[in-house]
């Protein structure tokens, strides 16, 4: 167990709908990272908080934003949703930002399938 | 920008058999190098890390030197168990403000009685 909290574990749902991903971080972590993961295009980063800022984004299409309340969770909202979005979402979180040496810790993720 | 290779796979191996699975990584400045396990129906778990070349990560019996002459960290094990059987992802970590993780492709490993 890593510490990291994610839920849903599995959501299915139609396109053009809108879902609601949620983490919850280790305790004292203060970064959060969203991943995808899909057969096609592996693991990809997409956004990453500290602190409730917005630190770095990666590959995250206009249609999915993310935000880090003041308890530090974080949630990933995905709209307009295609059958291409389907995939396994995962967060992680690490104690730091900026740090290269820092250890990212993976929670268990979020299947969403799209129909 | 920054990128990391693994080896083909699905690799099959018996139990008891040696275990190298190739990572090769392009990156600007001096990354940190990670080993990354992902059980069937599991999120991911960290297997090992190097922060800095020369270094040598270790854990579970599986091995892997962060090598910056030849940009490598494969990964290693001397005698492998059914219980090894998972995705293996080799990833790196550039240093600053965007220090997302880059991930390799993952191989699958099996490994049969």
């Known amino acids: 167990d890593s510490g990291v909290t994610q839920t849903p574990k599995h959501l299915i749902t139609a396109t053009g709908q809108r879902v609601t991903l949620r983490c919850s971080p280790r305790s004292g972590d203060l970064s959060v990272y969203w991943y995808q993961q899909s057969l096609d295009q592996g693991l990809q980063f997409l956004i990453q908080y500290y602190n409730g800022e917005e630190r770095a984004k990666g590959n995250i299409l206009e249609r999915f934003s993310a935000q880090q309340f003041p308890d530090l969770h974080s949630e990933l909202n995905l709209s307009s949703l295609e059958l291409g979005d389907s995939a396994l979402y995962f967060c992680?979180?690490?104690?730091?930002?900026?740090?290269?040496?820092?250890?990212?810790?993976f929670g268990p993720g979020t299947r969403l399938t799209v129909l | 920008g920054d990128s990391v290779t693994q080896m083909e796979g699905p690799v099959t191996l018996s139990e008891e058999a040696f275990l190298t699975i190739n990572c090769t990584y392009t990156?600007?400045?001096?990354?940190?190098l990670f080993w990354y396990v992902q059980y069937p129906g599991e999120g991911l778990q960290l297997l090992l890390k190097a922060t800095k070349a020369d270094d040598k990560g270790s854990n579970k019996g599986f091995e892997a030197t962060y090598r910056k002459e030849t940009t490598s960290f494969h990964l290693e094990k001397g005698s492998v168990q059914v219980s090894d059987s998972a995705v293996y992802f080799c990833a790196l970590r550039s240093p600053g403000a965007n220090s997302k993780l880059t991930f390799g492709k993952g191989i699958t490993l099996s490994v049969r009685p």
């Open positions: 992680a979180s690490s104690p730091q930002g900026a740090l290269a040496t820092d250890t990212q810790y």
């Open positions: 990156a600007t400045g001096y990354p940190s």
